[in-house]
């Protein structure tokens, strides 16, 4: 069974940057899968926040466009979301999603 492990989040001030990661285990068949990022905000439904296919070409929500960047490192069977000049409204509990399965999740809070 694949595992997908979040790390990174935490509290930043508005302007400010953190780097998430996904680490996946599990599978021989990471570097063949496209992954994504997604978040869920308290109340809101979850919305996917960037996609990195398994050739390297990404497409983000127009929310973060500019601002985020997603890539990935197969040797290392990680995907990584680099989130430069954060906003209070990108706080939200940031998933990894892969091959079907779901990380756990890992918080992002902005203070403005």
């Known amino acids: 069974q694949v595992q997908l492990v979040e790390s990174g989040g935490g509290l930043v001030q508005a302007g400010g940057s953190l780097r998430l990661s996904c680490a996946a285990s599990?599978?021989?068949?990471?570097?063949?899968?496209?992954m994504d990022w997604y978040r869920q905000a308290p109340g809101k439904q979850r919305e996917l926040v960037a996609t990195?296919?398994?050739?390297?070409?990404?497409n983000y929500a127009n929310s973060v466009k500019g601002r985020f960047t997603i890539s990935r490192d197969n040797a290392k069977n990680t995907v990584y979301l680099q989130m430069n000049s954060l906003k209070p409204e990108d706080t939200a509990v940031y998933y990894c999603?892969?091959?079907?399965?779901w990380g756990q999740g890992t918080q992002v809070t902005v203070s403005s």
């Open positions: 999603y892969g091959m079907g399965d």
């Open positions: 599990g599978s021989i068949f990471f570097s063949f899968n496209a």
């Open positions: 990195i296919t398994s050739g390297g070409s990404t």
